[in-house]
């Protein structure tokens, strides 16, 4: 999920091995420290960097920047290391695949009970008075006490009419206009969290962005730098 995160918003990183063998959770662990200098070299703040396995074995890292830096799409894709291994017969050469991807994160909107919260401001809102209908469509009510209520922020419309009072009705707009806000950024949020779960396990192999070879120290070296 590479996304169009603007610089200077919150983000994440996520390396992962999909589900390579050691020498690609090997190679992650490499890449895992490459992407964080390339991230301070940018003079990004890093919130903080979780492991998933191993630390020199990881299945995958997840790396959370406060803000983008400028530039921050430029290190994702696939990433092939081209490589020797000790596990493998005759110690052949192989190219390992990992990938590093671009996640944004999603606003805390929980409050203390556990439940979902949006506050809708009554500046935030355009209110407009109507009268409301009684029985058979007929408006008895002389007094312009319902209310329709736009929420240009979220694109929510409500109507409300069933208290008399227009303060009333206007109160109970505003707190089902919350309501569904709310539930919508739950919805988004789950489906963020289950796409970032598939960040842990997606690798696209074949035309990587970056190619490595190791270094005399075992470092990674792209293969256009001298070792």
Not at 95 to 104: D, H, I
Not at 108 to 129: C, K, L, P, Y
Not at 198 to 215: D, K, Q
Request: with cysteine; glycine share 8%.
């Amino acid at each position: 999920m590479n996304l169009p995160i603007v610089a200077g918003e919150p983000c994440t990183l996520t390396i992962t091995a999909g589900t390579g063998p050691v020498e690609v959770r090997q190679f992650v662990a490499l890449l895992g420290d490459r992407v964080v200098a390339f991230c301070e070299e940018r003079g990004a703040v890093i919130k903080e960097v979780v492991t998933f396995g191993k630390e020199d074995e990881p299945s995958s890292i997840q790396i959370g920047l406060t803000a983008a830096p400028v530039g921050i799409g430029t290190i994702c894709g696939t990433h092939a290391l081209v490589a020797r291994s000790s596990f493998r017969a005759k110690n052949a050469r192989k190219r390992w695949y990992a990938a590093v991807a671009l996640g944004e994160v999603q606003p805390d909107i929980s409050n203390r009970n556990g439940g979902a919260r949006m506050d809708v401001r009554r500046d935030e809102v355009i209110v407009t008075a109507m009268r409301a209908p009684g029985p058979g469509g007929q408006h008895v009510n002389k007094t312009s006490s319902a209310v329709r209520v736009e929420h240009p922020p979220s694109g929510i419309v409500v109507r409300i009419s069933s208290e008399r009072s227009q303060r009333e009705n206007l109160r109970i707009a505003l707190e089902r206009i919350a309501e569904i806000a709310a539930l919508r950024q739950a919805q988004k949020r789950r489906k963020a969290k289950a796409e970032h779960r598939l960040l842990h396990y997606r690798v696209e192999r074949g035309n990587p962005a970056f190619v490595y070879e190791l270094g005399r120290k075992g470092e990674l070296c792209e293969t256009t730098c001298s070792k």
